[in-house]
């Protein structure tokens, strides 16, 4: 099994509807990240959290907001999806002392 | 401000020439980490590297090999002998002190057979 599961892999929605990411890891990491992909662009950071008290906005937080429900799981919501939300979402985990972020196999959106 | 710049959008080599992806990075911070990932068509980000900032020992792995550079604040990445399965985005990505990750725009490589 992975250690970041992300749900759903792919999903179509359409503009209006709200929707929810979920993530949640079994690496026992403290941090988790969401990043959205768009081609060009890189990976830019939405929201990320240190414990399930302590929620942090990233570059590109207008349109979403998250849920720390426990120490492994981590959700992304678009309340109102629109269609350039359209774009590959990463979650990732990390701790201090970990090599780097884990990374989740992606969930790709499309907001028609 | 802190980022990271890799000024190499994409880069097409022949299968078995050597390529090097740039990466500068800006901080304030004296501890920071940096980091090389690897996305492959299949769009999975595989990890490939971290360095620390107080180790500017280069590092070297198969045919992957990575300089760093404080006094340039560059972290370069080089793939010897290039092969058809390289071909990929590789992202270069700096943590910072307040373990905030933040990722440069990526660099598309082609291996041509």
């Known amino acids: 099994d992975a250690d970041v599961t992300q749900t759903p892999r792919n999903r179509i929605t359409k503009t209006g509807k709200r929707i929810m990411l979920e993530c949640s890891q079994t690496?026992?990491?403290?941090?988790m990240y969401w990043y959205r992909q768009d081609p060009g662009l890189g990976l830019r950071l939405i929201y990320y959290?240190?414990?399930?008290?302590?929620?942090n906005k990233g570059e590109i937080s207008d349109g979403y907001s998250v849920s720390r429900q426990a120490q492994a799981k981590f959700s992304l919501s678009l309340e109102s999806a629109i269609p350039n939300q359209t774009a590959l979402y990463f979650c990732?985990?990390?701790?201090?002392?970990?090599?780097?972020?884990?990374f989740g196999q992606g969930t790709r959106l499309t907001v028609v | 401000a802190q980022k990271v710049t890799q000024a190499q959008t994409e880069i097409s080599v022949v299968e078995k020439e050597d390529v090097t992806l740039d990466c500068v990075y800006e901080?304030?911070?004296?501890?920071?980490?940096l980091f090389w990932y690897k996305q492959p068509p299949s769009g999975e980000l595989v990890f490939l590297i971290r360095?620390?900032?107080?180790?500017?020992q280069n590092e070297i792995s198969g045919r992957y090999s990575w300089n760093f550079q404080k006094s340039t604040s560059s972290f370069n990445f080089t793939i010897t002998a290039s092969q058809v399965v390289d071909s990929a985005v590789y992202f270069c990505?700096?943590?910072?002190?307040?373990?905030?990750?933040?990722f440069g725009k990526g660099t598309r490589l082609h291996i041509l057979p």
């Open positions: 690496k026992g990491h403290d941090r």
């Open positions: 360095r620390n900032s107080f180790d500017e």
């Open positions: 901080t304030r911070d004296t501890t920071y980490y």
């Open positions: 959290s240190f414990d399930v008290k302590d929620i």
């Open positions: 990505a700096l943590r910072r002190r307040d373990d905030k990750i933040i």
């Open positions: 990732a985990t990390s701790d201090r002392d970990s090599r780097g972020a884990f």
